[in-house]
């Protein structure tokens, strides 16, 4: 699988939109990128996954772009419940070794 | 409620006890999963069962054993463990058959190993 790579942390403000970066320079065709987090003394959560198109569901927007060798995850309107560790993963799609890394911390203050 | 339900939440032990975590998945999936994390590392993969098979042991030490039996139930049997098995065991579900289908987890078993 593609190696990813994402800044160790960031802070966003309550209320505000929160954009996670992650870049997959080395994804190949048939991968895609999956988002994942982890709150603290939880198991971790998927959140939206894409392989070319943009991606919208109830708790975020994927953005790839158009030579798929980076990505945003957008949490529109981020709450203090979304401080947790956010994982970035290239996955070939008939593949189940889901491998995390060390993902970004995202604290978000009141 | 995750779909995904482990069992203790958290669990210590000696060197010399045998313990078992237990996983029970209700979301019709048919692939679970074991995971392992311990402190500041990532998440390690251990073990992967497809229809009650198991397709994958990463390079797991046997004082894990795993057992499936059926679908919906996922064990981590444990026997004479180090103090450095102590982590955050976690057990994943997913439909195999399905493409792009996502892993869901439980919130896992704090294990300390004394």
């Known amino acids: 699988d593609a190696k990813t790579t994402q800044p160790t942390s960031m802070d966003c403000a309550e209320g505000r939109a929160a954009n996670l970066p992650c870049n997959h320079s080395t994804i190949s065709g048939n991968e895609y990128v999956y988002w994942y987090r982890q709150i603290h003394s939880q198991g971790p959560q998927y959140i939206i996954h894409?392989?070319?198109n943009n991606e919208t569901n109830e708790m975020a927007s994927l953005i790839i772009t158009e030579d798929r060798k980076s990505s945003t995850l957008i949490l529109p309107h981020a709450t203090l419940r979304d401080t947790a560790v956010y994982y970035c993963i290239a996955l070939d799609h008939n593949d189940y070794k889901l491998s995390f890394g060390a993902g970004t911390t995202v604290t978000v203050r009141a | 409620e995750t779909g995904v339900t482990q069992t203790p939440r958290h669990l210590v032990m000696g060197m010399t006890n045998k313990k078992s975590l237990k996983c029970e998945q209700h979301?019709?999936?048919?692939?679970m999963y074991w995971y392992k994390q311990s402190a500041k590392k990532p998440l390690e993969l251990m073990f992967v069962y497809s229809l009650e098979e198991r397709v994958e042991n990463n390079s797991v030490p046997s004082r894990f054993s795993p057992e499936c039996p059926n679908s919906s139930h996922l064990f981590l049997h444990l026997h004479t463990l180090q103090p450095e098995d102590s982590a955050l065991y976690l057990c994943?579900?997913?439909?195999?058959?399905?493409?792009?289908?996502?892993?869901?987890f439980g919130n896992g078993t704090r294990l300390t190993v004394t």
């Open positions: 994943a579900s997913s439909q195999e058959d399905t493409a792009n289908s996502p892993l869901h």
């Open positions: 894409g392989l070319k």
């Open positions: 979301l019709g999936h048919n692939a």
